[in-house]
């Protein structure tokens, strides 16, 4: 094996250590038992491994129960915040994939009066820090009375992002002409081509948007926890910094904490494993003529 590529691989190893390190030492921290957190804290494999902190997580077993494993007896209610969040980030994932791709055939075929300006500027837009609107959204969400509604949290997010419509356009740019042209001589409108010829093309682009948007309103913590409030409207990362804050023992529950956490991942796991040879194989169709 050449030099070179001896040391690609050492390094691509390294970088997969460093990445799925703490995610092992989350599942250890989950199924190792409260009582030796601390004196096991040094083993690779725990000692005595347990699911009775996956089991009082899900509420499968009495406060007595959890409190007799070493539970704190603070509660989380996981499946409903599980589909609370299911619910906010399909909302967005679906609706700004959809919103972005209508923008950016637009701005790829589309010829109206200050087009290119429109579009250097939503470019630019990408070099504006996330945190720096934070503040006039709240305003406006408060303004508007949506504060603790789901309307309120995925009002900021849900039509477009500088990055979505830019990497569909990309794609829509390598979309030969010629296919368009046969569908308006077969009658179609520009509605019809987008609809029918446009979209069943770009199924892989789309699947791409799609799934890094969802996995980002997956994660999302400061916005809904800003504005989603109640109970009614809380998603599981905010439901996690609750249930840790909420601890009535002098130290965290960490083993209920990360058994919490290990299932807030699954979904976004199964959902990568699904999707992600789209995700990959639709990375070779930006930016090609």
Same mark, same amino acid.
Request: glycine content about 8%.
């Given at each position: 094996?050449? @030099? &070179? %590529?001896? =040391?690609?691989?050492?390094? +691509? /190893? *390294?970088? #997969?250590? !460093? ?14 038992p ?44 996981f499946?409903r915040?599980?589909l ?28 109206? @009066? &200050? %087009?290119? =300006?429109?579009?250097?500027? +939503? /470019? *630019?837009? #990408?070099? !504006? ?29 849900l ?51 799609a ?8 994660k ?7 504005v989603?409030?109640?109970e009614?409207?809380?998603? #599981?990362? !905010? ?17 209920g ?11 976004v ?5 699904f ?15």
């Amino acid at each position: 094996m050449r @030099p &070179g %590529r001896l =040391l690609a691989w050492i390094v +691509l /190893v *390294a970088f #997969l250590v !460093v990445t799925i390190v703490p995610f092992y030492w989350m599942i250890r921290t989950a199924i190792t038992p409260a009582a030796d957190i601390y004196a096991d804290s040094a083993g690779v494999v725990p000692k005595h491994p347990t699911m009775i902190n996956f089991w009082r997580v899900l509420g499968l077993v009495d406060e007595r129960a959890a409190r007799d494993a070493g539970g704190s007896g603070a509660k989380i209610n996981f499946l409903r915040y599980t589909l609370n969040s299911v619910v906010y980030s399909g909302i967005i994932a679906v609706v700004q994939t959809f919103c972005c791709a209508m923008a950016g055939y637009a701005f790829a075929r589309l010829r109206f @009066p &200050g %087009r290119d =300006l429109l579009f250097g500027a +939503l /470019v *630019a837009a #990408l070099m !504006v820090p996330p945190i720096f609107t934070l503040l006039p959204n709240f305003a406006l969400v408060r303004g508007l009375d949506l504060i603790d509604t789901f309307a309120g949290m995925v009002a900021p997010s849900l039509l477009m992002t500088p990055f979505a419509v830019f990497f569909l356009r990309q794609f829509f740019l390598s979309v030969p002409r010629e296919v368009e042209e046969a569908a308006v001589i077969d009658g179609a409108g520009r509605w019809g081509v987008f609809w029918r010829v446009i979209l069943p093309m770009s199924r892989g682009p789309l699947i791409t948007i799609a799934l890094t948007t969802a996995v980002w309103a997956w994660k999302d913590f400061l916005w809904p926890l800003l504005v989603g409030r109640g109970e009614d409207n809380r998603v #599981l990362t !905010v439901a996690l910094g609750v249930f840790l804050q909420q601890s009535p023992n002098t130290q965290p529950d960490w083993t209920g904490l990360m058994a919490a956490s290990t299932l807030s991942v699954l979904p976004v796991l199964l959902l990568l494993i699904f999707l992600g040879k789209r995700l990959v194989q639709s990375l070779n169709f930006t930016g090609i003529k």
